[in-house]
């Protein structure tokens, strides 16, 4: 499985940037899907999850309200749009890709893209 992000880039804080994510070779009807980041300095930390149908949003309490993550209209993507940007979100983000929702929040479960620059300046 191979997992690709883009979309990063550098956004004033309150503005808005949006991620996309396509896992390929996925050897299973439908992956679970979501985003992780990794700020300097800091351990890796969830932020979205969506389910292998759409359903099953969910968002870390850092992000919510202010972040939005759907399935793309490809199958096996998924989109992360990030409004109300903070200096706090800078971090390089990651997509991953799971089959199982357990695999998802294991570290060494699923399939990891190689990040994307987010930096949000003040």
């Known amino acids: 499985v191979q997992v690709a992000e883009s979309g990063g880039g550098v956004v004033q804080a309150g503005g808005s940037l949006r991620l996309s994510c396509a896992a390929s070779?996925?050897?299973?009807?439908?992956?679970?899907m979501g985003w992780f980041r990794q700020a300097p300095g800091k351990t890796r930390e969830f932020v979205a999850q969506?389910?292998?149908?759409?359903?099953?949003?969910r968002y870390s309490d850092r992000v919510q309200g202010r972040f939005i993550a759907s399935r793309g209209d490809a199958e096996n993507t998924v989109v992360l749009q990030m409004n109300s940007l903070k200096p706090e979100d800078t971090a390089v983000y990651y997509c991953?890709?799971?089959?199982?929702?357990?695999?998802?929040?294991?570290?060494?479960?699923?399939?990891w893209g190689q990040g994307t620059q987010v930096t949000v300046s003040s």
């Open positions: 991953k890709a799971a089959r199982y929702l357990s695999d998802f929040y294991e570290s060494d479960g699923g399939s």
């Open positions: 070779g996925v050897p299973f009807n439908r992956a679970v």
């Open positions: 969506v389910g292998w149908n759409g359903g099953g949003i």
